[in-house]
């Protein structure tokens, strides 16, 4: 069952000449990534007969056709501006998000139990009025234990990813951090453990670069800032620790098979994201489109992480945050496929069976 994501934080389309659709249709993302593949698009295009909105056979009038053209060139002033916006508004988030620094290690300190807030520091009011807490008494822990495993399990974004398996591992999730790259510019999200008895990494990444240069081919074509491509890394398990496997003696068979896991999201299907709609017209495979299929689903999910999830762990935490993890305001709460009826496409994912019935 593919990893899963309520929250519509992106466009990832994978066109082809056999998959003229996106895999994943969403909106209201200043940042959405396009991954296509449209070097088969321009043959239409210079005969004069784009999208084949025209009958094969038929061409346009030579005036209709100089119009249409000039319409091209106004399209492609508009795309480049937009692209120029998107790349603007992400290094502006980048310089946000790196200004507070300091904020992002204090807040890792408390959770961490690695400082101790002050009186000063501890008293918080929304009002001008001190509003004594409704608390039980001190217990001695240090720190707020397992903060983020309570933050990915309630954020929509994260929860259907986690299995009961999963639980064990995220208690020594000790801090999540959004690192921001200029050249080539992308972002990657690092997941820092504590020592402990399931793999010996400290951290453990996913990360994204994008694509600043575009074409002319994919300029007219894309939905602006695309992702290019993905690198996750390697976990080094430890003997019998592995969450993402399970062993097969049970059921008679030797070693182990493959369970779905939060941990599989370090371990992309596809790693050159600018490929999928060549690979794809190349190869009829379902396990190839399943593997494109998540592709959109995990960034979907790395850019809620970035967006929202890191940036608002405290709402999570407390649940504060509404009870999807998802403010109407800033998220549409649904995703499609390519294929789904309109009313299909408009009806939330209320679990995996479901997402997998949309996809199908």
Not at 94 to 118: C, H, M, N, Q
Not at 246 to 253: E, F, I, L, T, V
């Amino acid at each position: 069952m593919p990893r899963t994501a309520t929250a519509s934080t992106a466009n990832l389309h994978v066109a082809g000449p056999s998959t003229s659709k996106p895999i994943m249709e969403s909106k209201l993302r200043h940042d959405a990534g396009d991954v296509s593949d449209t070097s088969e698009k321009t043959s239409s295009i210079t005969s004069g007969n784009p999208g084949g909105s025209i009958a094969e056979n038929e061409k346009y009038p030579e005036n209709i056709h100089k119009c249409i053209n000039a319409l091209r060139n106004l399209h492609m002033e508009a795309r480049r501006k937009e692209v120029e916006s998107q790349v603007a508004a992400f290094r502006l988030e980048a310089d946000t998000y790196r200004s507070l620094d300091k904020v992002w290690k204090k807040r890792a300190e408390f959770i961490a139990g690695k400082a101790v807030p002050t009186e000063q520091e501890s008293k918080f009011s929304l009002t001008d009025k001190d509003i004594k807490p409704d608390t039980s008494p001190d217990d001695g822990q240090k720190g707020i234990p397992k903060f983020w495993m309570v933050v990915l399990n309630y954020a929509a974004h994260t929860a259907d990813m986690i299995q009961p398996h999963d639980i064990a591992v995220l208690e020594f999730l000790k801090d999540v951090r959004i690192e921001y790259k200029d050249k080539p510019l992308g972002f990657g999200i690092a997941f820092e453990f504590a020592p402990n008895p399931f793999f010996g990494n400290t951290v453990l990444t996913r990360s994204y670069e994008y694509d600043t240069n575009l074409t002319p081919t994919q300029l007219y074509t894309s939905n602006g800032l695309m992702p290019t491509s993905t690198a996750g890394c390697k976990i080094t398990w430890k003997e019998g620790k592995d969450v993402t496997k399970k062993s097969a003696s049970g059921d008679g068979m030797k070693g182990s098979k493959k369970v779905d896991s939060f941990f599989d999201f370090f371990t992309p299907g596809i790693t050159d994201l600018s490929k999928i709609g060549q690979m794809l017209a190349e190869e009829d495979s379902e396990d190839l489109m399943e593997k494109a299929e998540q592709a959109g689903v995990d960034y979907e999910i790395a850019t809620g992480l970035r967006l929202r999830v890191v940036p608002r762990a405290l709402l999570f935490y407390t649940g504060e945050a509404d009870a999807e993890g998802v403010d109407d305001s800033d998220f549409s709460e649904d995703y499609s496929y390519a294929g789904d009826t309109d009313e299909e496409s408009g009806r939330k994912q209320q679990d995996d069976s479901e997402a997998e019935d949309n996809q199908e």
